[in-house]
């Protein structure tokens, strides 16, 4: 949708009996209704899949994502189907910018040398906490907390990816990424935290009777003017 045809948003008087956070999630909420709601979810039941887009969907556009995936699939799928076969993978080339590079072409068929980089930080981390399946990794992420159990622990991962691997996991949540802090920020006319961001988004997914899931895909192909999943 043109960034000239979106509505806009006015802040209105709070009332004595309600606080701060009432009138915020309820001026998010009537922000949120005035958008399509998207009809897609989020599935993603493969668990390599699942580690790989961890490290690829952050900040990087939809095109080069669906590519990397799509290559594995085609390429790499019958080879590396455990994180043990992945994590053999890595440790046959060196880290350093040609030895990403190296896997980066093999595992994406692209030069995505930096997200190897992640990628070795994450599998380590799975390998180390036993996260090795895909069963393993849903229950893990639905009792878990990102500053309890996952901040700090992965190199350049913060919250965006654990709240979207949590998402692809079926958790009731959403990603605090630039589309939509963009959205949020412009309904209350302030920044948010990330934190902030994801209390008042799943506050505003319960006052419209959404799951918090379709309410972040419907934010964020809103933002992209479009569909916009992988």
């Given at each position: 949708?043109?960034?000239?045809?979106?509505?806009?948003?006015?802040?209105?008087?709070?009332?004595?009996?309600?606080?701060?956070?009432?009138?915020?999630?309820?001026?998010?909420?009537?922000?949120?209704?005035?958008?399509?709601?998207?009809?897609?979810?989020?599935?993603?039941?493969?668990?390599?899949?699942?580690?790989?887009?961890?490290?690829?969907?952050?900040?990087?556009?939809?095109?080069?994502?669906?590519?990397?995936i799509s290559y594995y699939r085609n390429h790499c799928w019958a080879?590396?189907?455990?994180?043990?076969?992945?994590?053999?993978?890595?440790?046959?080339?060196?880290?350093?910018?040609?030895?990403?590079?190296?896997?980066?072409?093999?595992?994406?068929?692209?030069?995505?040398?930096?997200?190897?980089?992640?990628?070795?930080?994450?599998?380590?981390?799975?390998?180390?906490?036993?996260?090795?399946?895909?069963?393993?990794?849903?229950?893990?992420?639905?009792?878990s907390d990102f500053h309890r159990d996952f901040e700090g622990r992965?190199?350049?991962?913060?919250?965006?990816?654990?709240?979207?691997?949590?998402?692809?996991?079926?958790?009731?949540?959403?990603?605090?990424?630039?589309?939509?802090?963009?959205?949020?920020?412009?309904?209350?006319?302030?920044?948010?935290?990330?934190?902030?961001?994801?209390?008042?988004?799943?506050?505003?997914?319960?006052?419209?009777?959404?799951?918090?899931?379709?309410?972040?895909?419907?934010?964020?192909?809103?933002?992209?003017?479009?569909?916009?999943?992988?």
């Amino acid at each position: 949708m043109p960034s000239d045809s979106r509505p806009v948003y006015h802040a209105q008087p709070m009332s004595s009996a309600q606080s701060a956070s009432d009138v915020e999630v309820e001026r998010l909420a009537e922000a949120c209704r005035a958008i399509p709601k998207a009809r897609g979810e989020y599935h993603y039941p493969d668990y390599i899949t699942n580690v790989l887009l961890t490290v690829l969907d952050l900040r990087m556009h939809n095109v080069a994502v669906n590519n990397s995936i799509s290559y594995y699939r085609n390429h790499c799928w019958a080879e590396i189907r455990s994180i043990d076969q992945l994590a053999a993978l890595l440790d046959r080339y060196p880290d350093e910018k040609e030895g990403n590079l190296a896997v980066a072409q093999y595992l994406w068929g692209n030069n995505h040398w930096m997200r190897v980089e992640w990628l070795r930080g994450f599998v380590s981390f799975l390998i180390a906490d036993g996260l090795t399946t895909q069963e393993l990794l849903r229950d893990w992420v639905h009792r878990s907390d990102f500053h309890r159990d996952f901040e700090g622990r992965v190199k350049y991962l913060g919250i965006a990816a654990f709240k979207w691997l949590a998402m692809r996991l079926g958790v009731e949540t959403v990603k605090p990424d630039g589309h939509l802090h963009k959205f949020v920020e412009t309904a209350l006319g302030h920044r948010v935290t990330d934190d902030e961001l994801v209390r008042l988004v799943e506050a505003a997914a319960r006052r419209l009777g959404l799951s918090a899931r379709q309410l972040d895909i419907s934010i964020w192909e809103f933002q992209r003017g479009g569909p916009g999943t992988i």
